[in-house]
């Protein structure tokens, strides 16, 4: 144990004497958090060594793998708490802040007692660790965050999915947002508001954010994706994006949008196009931009045939949360779903081979492309999409809803998510949708929807996901302009545009009523359920949206 009395010297990491930036950055916490450096190792900006090492010392279960990754354990979450997450209602934000379900506001005195209660656990510490970096890649609109926590694979995983500032730009750094990640320690659930012993707020006024009650390093993540939803419209005008997004030989962008599980991650690292970021964007005046400066891609299932650029990604300096490993050979199965469905590798985007670094594109997407993942097997794996049709199945948001991406799930549920990311919305959706919409009318953008789901049947009867190989056929023909050239039936119900034939994909698995293996009136019983899910779904939208939106609707 470290004495009270030991000097700041001492509590350096190496015994050597602070820089001054590291003193800058202990008296900041102390002046703003009442951090007390005098009693805990404030550990600034450390290196990929130095927190392999702390991980493996004083965090139990840490290990590393047989290809160089360190193993952590999130505890009892292994996915985000959405029903936990808050806004602090105050009067620079309250106004802008989409109210309700997603939103739940939080008492300015009720945020001050969490915080203070997150301090009080980081003071208790021996050491804790503060990480400092960038969200956004194009400098004109960049935020700047720091992070403080008191393990050191949380502060490993920020130094991977922040953007990594250089060494100079580190002196003097003043954060425009600060994260106090107290996870290990619950929040007090008899405090006015609290639902559980699980409490992520956000303060706008404050620029701050105080996670505690769940150790899953999800939540900063999206705690950064959250803020980034709120300032880059309301003080920038700029479009932020639940997508990935990559970019062609010719400069061609594609766009993904989709939820966790849909296939951002894989379908963007693709070995013919450089990836600009695999989660989270922003649509500005010039073009495109990473929020992130890594990737935190689903690795249940990883192989190196299916996924070769983020299997080979996994490597030193890389994290692998919560996943199962041989422990003789240190070697991890990846099909070893034990500990969840939701195992995690964080690594630094530089680790694509085919990253493009910086993650800018200067020019706006020529495709768009809505990913869900249909357990139900009734949506067509393609399918063209009218300015309208985007609008409707933007704002709907559909997929379903994959084992593990959040706490309590454990098989698909269906599921609508508003601009396919409600969780981590600040502002009502149509505000998102408005701009998408300018934005695809200014730059003359092809817009399609994507299943990357079930086919044949649905997922409790027998039906299997759609071969990542015909996926990857469908892109390939997307990107080409092969798809766009192909003749086109239409599909009943949701009035989507089909292509009869696409290279590289057997013609039965276009059309879900062609690929059904079970009675045709099941499947129309199947379809229009689906369909009428839709319109209730729409149905809370619908006094915003314009006639045309309206009328893409399923016709059931």
């Not at 951090?35 to 990929?48: G, K, L, Q, W």
């Not at 290990?184 to 303060?203: D, E, H, L």
């Not at 998510?417 to 959706?429: D, M, T, V, W, Y």
């Not at 059904?516 to 359920?529: L, P």
Request: aromatic share 10%.
């Amino acid at each position: 144990m470290v004495s009270d009395t030991v000097n700041r010297t001492s509590l350096h990491p190496g015994g050597v004497q602070p820089t001054r930036e590291h003193t800058e950055i202990e008296e900041e916490l102390h002046d703003k958090a009442n951090i007390d450096y005098d009693r805990v190792a404030i550990i600034p900006n450390a290196s990929v060594a130095a927190l392999y090492e702390d991980a493996l010392v004083y965090e139990t279960g840490s290990a590393i793998t047989s290809s160089g990754a360190l193993t952590a354990y999130s505890g009892l979450k292994t996915g985000r708490s959405p029903l936990d997450k808050r806004i602090v209602k105050e009067p620079s934000s309250e106004d802008e802040i989409w109210w309700g379900p997603v939103n739940k506001p939080m008492h300015p005195d009720v945020w001050r007692i969490n915080r203070e209660r997150a301090v009080d656990y980081l003071n208790t510490r021996n050491r804790i660790y503060v990480v400092d970096g960038y969200a956004g890649w194009d400098e004109r609109y960049r935020i700047k965050v720091r992070v403080v926590c008191a393990r050191a694979y949380h502060a490993l995983f920020m130094r991977n999915m922040l953007i990594r500032p250089k060494p100079e730009e580190l002196v003097h750094f003043e954060p425009d947002y600060v994260i106090y990640n107290a996870g290990s320690f619950p929040a007090n659930r008899y405090t006015a508001g609290m639902t559980s012993s699980t409490s992520v707020a956000i303060n706008f006024g404050e620029k701050e954010m105080v996670i505690l009650g769940t150790e899953y390093a999800g939540e900063m993540k999206k705690g950064v994706f959250t803020i980034l939803f709120y300032e880059m419209p309301v003080k920038y005008n700029v479009l932020t994006l639940h997508s990935s997004a990559n970019e062609g030989k010719e400069g061609d962008v594609t766009l993904f949008f989709g939820l966790s599980g849909t296939g951002k991650t894989t379908l963007s690292a693709d070995p013919n196009r450089a990836l600009i970021g695999d989660d989270e964007h922003c649509w500005s005046d010039r073009g495109v931009f990473n929020i992130e400066g890594g990737c935190y891609a689903k690795c249940i299932g990883l192989s190196a045939e299916k996924e070769p650029e983020i299997f080979g990604s996994i490597r030193f300096g890389s994290v692998l949360e919560n996943v199962v490993f041989n422990p003789e050979t240190r070697a991890v199965d990846y099909d070893d779903c034990t500990l969840t469905e939701n195992t995690r590798a964080c690594y630094p985007i530089e680790y694509i081979q085919n990253a493009k670094i910086p993650c800018i594109a200067d020019s706006h997407p020529s495709n768009i492309i809505l990913l869900t993942c249909d357990a139900r097997a009734v949506l067509p794996p393609i399918s063209k999409l009218n300015n309208a049709q985007t609008m409707y199945h933007f704002i709907s948001g559909y997929t379903s809803k994959m084992a593990g991406t959040e706490d309590g799930v454990t098989e698909p549920q269906a599921t609508f998510s508003a601009c396919f990311g409600q969780p981590f919305l600040a502002l009502h959706p149509m505000r998102y949708a408005r701009m998408l919409s300018d934005k695809i009318t200014e730059h003359k953008a092809n817009v399609w929807l994507l299943n990357t789901g079930w086919v044949g049947a649905s997922a409790t009867k027998g039906g299997r996901r759609c071969p990542l190989k015909y996926t990857r056929a469908i892109l390939d023909a997307i990107h080409s302009g092969e798809l766009a050239q192909q003749e086109y039936e239409t599909y009943e119900t949701f009035n989507l545009q089909v292509p009869r034939t696409a290279p590289g994909v057997p013609d039965q698995f276009l059309n879900p009523s062609k690929s059904w293996s079970g009675d045709a009136t099941e499947f129309q019983d199947e379809v229009k359920k689906l369909g009428q899910l839709f319109r209730e779904n729409f149905a809370k939208y619908e006094d915003e949206a314009t006639q045309d939106v309206k009328e893409a609707a399923p016709v059931v």
